[in-house]
């Protein structure tokens, strides 16, 4: 597969905003800015850019907690992402949702999930839509590997077979639920195997730190998905930087081993893969990155200056008219 | 006497219940070296081992029927859900298997067991982490369901729960964890059903569960100030209810206001007012009974917007102020 030089500026770009992004997201909150908890995607970007860089825009994605560089990869607006996240009325969710539930409808977000799994069964049931809708659009639904224990899961993966939804699971390992590693239950490949055993074809394991690799792999299968053969099911290999979440002491694990998944940055990979290919120059990528952090400071300075949501309006929406 | 938090009174409680009898054990996720999403069980992995600290992966509906199995041979579990939110998908295995085996089995055996779970808003943490779902299982013969609001009453309601014979489902909200009071060392028991009256007085009784305890009682030195003097009444324990403390007070003050979190469409302060307007107590009342609770919406994000959905302090003075100085 060769990337065009406009699309490896484009990944090149939302990578670095998804960085610059959770950075941002975690000073905002160290500053006293936000409330509540986040949980950060740092060092799991190619695994949301290059699985959602294989869509249409009419396509849709279903998301998880661990969302925020699912929105950007679809292309959310920024600025309704940082008013989202700071709790402001012109956010996506109207201040309503926060960081664990943006979601942007219209660009073909479903949203994420404050229940680990909780999209799972959802994204059957969108497969099913879709399919009877025959517009000839797929569904990636994103989950980590905790989901893969839960029974929302299992369910979903043979309901998904049963009736052949135009869905791609993309379950994104990033090795750990909270404390509890995957390898004391499963491994990637294993997860993947599930794909086997329920009857997906084409379900595999991905170095997800390979923007790459995983856009070669989910490709194959958004085509598969497109053309009517079925779901399929991907297990993209990458790790999380920061803790869980803001409550996190990382006692479960060692900063060696935290120290040894930084040499395998994402970001870097596919930058050198750029300047190797001649996609990009070292100067070019600088200024790409440069464009990326400015963007989420702009973003950053919307939100700050965007309005709350009135208290008047609290029992607002909770029915459709 | 030593003042420990809420939180530590929990662990102390699980602490020595474990080492008084072999047969408890805590299920659960996270539970080991994390400590616990609120480090509720922080150390204990050290002190008892993975043999009877049992780490689970994202498996609710698993990890309590684990529990339900091992209590209905003899065993006597803790099993921690992370959020109350997530109880939803615990409840086929707490609702329709733990609480009915006994009767099912005309009383062949019983599921000692209990969960615990983190509930209510309050910490931003939004739609899906923050509910109050206590009703529901109110609404369900066969549990328990208890309530606490002090470290004292905790450590002394957890190990009543521990040695119960019965599924108890023990509601712990997370704005409580770091609060800090006096608690004896030793192990003492609060009777399930037991009220407690956490303030006497005489111009108004409010009953109120879980946070509310302690907002209404910081509502009452509000009040008191303006002459105003009021009772607060703790049920908690919801299920049973202590029925003759509540009609006792109500006699006594002849108007009552109902404080709870959850949303008041279905909540617990329904059944309350049932009770009351049953009971001798209703001919005492002066006034009508009133309910303060969560508004019709689920928590949302925004901080504003996330305190207005559930009744704050001022609220609580306002409209006990309000009912104190009715007259009808
Ligand atoms: C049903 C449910 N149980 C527990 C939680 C608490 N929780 C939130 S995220 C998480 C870990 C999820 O792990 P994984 O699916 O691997 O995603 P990751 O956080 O690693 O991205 C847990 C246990 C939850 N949100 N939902
Ligand atoms: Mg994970």
């Known amino acids: 597969m060769k990337l065009s030089k406009e699309n490896a500026e484009h990944y090149m770009l939302q990578m670095y905003q998804v960085r610059a992004f959770e950075e941002q997201a975690e000073k905002s909150y160290m500053a006293g800015k936000i409330h509540g908890t986040m949980h950060l995607s740092i060092g799991q970007e190619a695994s949301a850019i290059g699985s959602i860089s294989t869509l249409e825009p009419t396509d849709f994605i279903i998301g998880h907690h661990r969302g925020h560089g699912l929105c950007i990869a679809k292309g959310a607006d920024l600025n309704l992402m940082m008013a989202e996240f700071y709790g402001k009325e012109n956010g996506y969710c109207r201040g309503r949702g926060g960081s664990m539930h943006i979601a942007d409808v219209a660009g073909g977000n479903l949203g994420a999930n404050g229940v680990v799994g909780g999209g799972i069964p959802m994204a059957v049931g969108i497969g ?103 779901p399929s099911l991907i297990v993209n290999d990458t790790y999380r930087w920061r803790g869980h979440s803001k409550s996190d002491r990382n006692r479960y694990r060692t900063t060696e081993e935290i120290e040894e998944w930084k040499k395998k940055d994402p970001i870097l990979k596919f930058r050198a893969y750029c300047v190797k290919e001649k996609l990009l120059t070292e100067k070019e990528a600088d200024q790409i990155k440069e464009k990326g952090y400015s963007d989420i400071e702009a973003a950053r300075v919307f939100a700050e200056a965007s309005p709350d949501p009135k208290v008047e309006t609290l029992e607002e929406g909770v029915y459709a008219p | ?259 709870h979190e959850a949303v008041k469409t279905g909540g617990f302060g329904g059944e309350l007012a049932g009770v009351i307007a049953e009971s001798e107590a209703f001919g005492y009342l002066e006034a009508p009974i009133i309910r303060l609770a969560g508004r019709e919406v689920p928590i949302p994000y925004n901080r504003d917007l996330e305190k207005a959905a559930v009744p704050q302090i001022e609220d609580i003075v306002e409209k006990a102020r309000e009912l104190a100085t009715l007259k009808v």
């Open chain 1, 128 to 230: 099913i839509g879709l399919k009877m809708k025959a517009e000839n659009q797929v569904l990636l639904a994103f989950f980590g590997d905790g989901a893969a224990s839960t029974g929302a899961f299992h369910e979903s993966m043979i309901l998904a077979v049963l009736f052949q939804v135009p869905v791609v699971f993309i379950c994104e390992n990033n090795q750990y639920a909270m404390s509890f590693s995957a390898n004391d239950w499963t491994t990637s490949k294993k997860i993947a195997a599930h794909g086997e055993i329920y009857g997906m074809a084409g379900s595999c394991s991905t170095d997800g730190n390979d923007l790459i690799e995983v856009k070669a792999a989910v490709g194959a299968a958004v085509k598969r998905a497109r053309e009517g053969g079925g």
């Open chain 2, 1 to 259: 006497m030593r003042e420990i938090t809420f939180l530590e009174a929990i662990r102390e409680a699980m602490t020595q219940e474990m080492e008084r009898d072999s047969r408890v054990f805590l299920i659960g996720e996270d539970i080991g070296e994390y400590g616990g999403a609120f480090q509720v069980s922080y150390g204990m992995l050290e002190k008892f081992g993975h043999e009877r600290i049992l780490d689970t992966p994202i498996t609710e509906l698993g990890l309590t029927g684990a529990a339900v199995g091992a209590a209905l041979i003899g065993m006597r579990p803790i099993a921690e859900i992370m959020f109350m939110d997530f109880t939803t998908l615990a409840s086929e295995q707490l609702v329709n298997q733990a609480a009915k085996l006994r009767f099912m089995f005309g009383g062949q055996s019983s599921v000692p067991m209990v969960l615990r779970t983190p509930a209510g808003s309050g910490t931003g943490a939004a739609e899906h982490h923050s509910q109050s779902f206590e009703n529901w299982f109110v609404h369900v013969p066969g549990l328990k369901v208890v309530m606490p609001t002090t470290p004292y009453d905790v450590k002394g309601l957890l190990i009543s729960s521990i040695r119960d014979n019965n599924p108890v489902v023990f509601i712990e909200h997370k704005l409580l964890y770091k609060t800090k009071g006096e608690v004896p060392e030793e192990m003492y028991e609060i009777p399930l059903g037991k009220a407690d009256i956490k303030r006497e007085g005489k111009d108004l009784t409010i009953i109120a569960t879980g946070i509310m305890v302690q907002k209404s009682l910081a509502a009452a030195e509000e009040l008191i100030k303006e002459g105003i003097d009021i009772e607060v009444l703790d049920p908690r324990t919801l299920r049973p209810l202590d029925t003759e403390s509540i009609v006792k007070s109500v006699k006594k003050t002849g108007k009552v206001l109902i404080v």
